[in-house]
């Protein structure tokens, strides 16, 4: 059952024509992966999913509703996360108070204690770090405390735009590793990722963005083996 499911959407910026009717959906428990060049409109899709921006044609159901014109806070509520391009915590704030305001749509403080645990007990470093300046930690644990923030208001889908963007190989693998954790204790993940072979390698299917347009669709790995695939995106 599709949880996400977008259909025929476009978005403008003036008279660019930033997505030209796309189609995708992504299934309860999955990990589907957009990847594409720079400048092909994964994070344009994302943003206009969030309710970051609007689509001038096309709808987006998720969990049953249509959210195409719902705020973005609302969808939040209603259970879907995005950890934006550039993790974008708020350096002068502790991590504590970074992964706190992830909850704000919640109002269970004993809930929102049981997540905080979690959300600890899976990234240890963030508790030893809890009262740092999120803005002194490195760019994987930045990356860390983005993903963590999300959570805490414990979604059915996350979405990830470039989790990987500026890590050092150790913490790139670490955050897939992650990734699939949370995919396992039952998050359906949306994964937009320029290292195509990493995003690849963990999804269960994938799109393939070409200057807003979807081009190839399919099982992760029969795209991974796909020659035209390989050509673009998986060259070392």
Do not use: C, W
Request: hydrophobic share 40%; proline share 3%.
């Amino acid at each position: 059952m599709a949880i996400l499911e977008v259909k025929d959407m476009e978005v403008h910026y003036g008279i660019i024509k930033a997505l030209r009717g796309i189609s995708f959906e992504v299934k309860e428990g999955e990990i589907v992966a957009l990847i594409g060049a720079n400048g092909a409109g994964k994070t344009t899709t994302l943003h206009t999913i969030t309710g970051l921006l609007k689509s001038s044609a096309g709808s987006i159901q998720f969990d049953g509703r249509d959210i195409t014109k719902i705020r973005g806070d609302k969808i939040v509520s209603m259970g879907m996360a995005h950890v934006p391009e550039g993790r974008r915590v708020f350096a002068s704030l502790t991590v504590y108070e970074n992964l706190k305001l992830g909850a704000y749509t919640r109002h269970d403080k004993d809930e929102i204690e049981e997540t905080l645990n979690m959300i600890y007990k899976r990234f240890p470093r963030l508790l030893e770090r809890k009262n740092q300046p999120a803005g002194t930690l490195s760019g994987g644990e930045q990356q860390m405390l983005a993903m963590g923030r999300a959570l805490m208001s414990h979604p059915k889908v996350i979405v990830l735009d470039e989790p990987s963007m500026g890590l050092s190989p150790i913490y790139v693998n670490e955050i897939f590793d992650i990734i699939q954790e949370i995919n396992k204790s039952g998050t359906t993940v949306l994964l937009v990722e320029q290292n195509a072979k990493k995003a690849l390698s963990i999804a269960n299917r994938a799109y393939v963005l070409e200057t807003g347009a979807i081009v190839l669709s399919g099982d992760a790995k029969e795209l991974m083996n796909n020659d035209s695939v390989k050509k673009a995106y998986l060259s070392e």
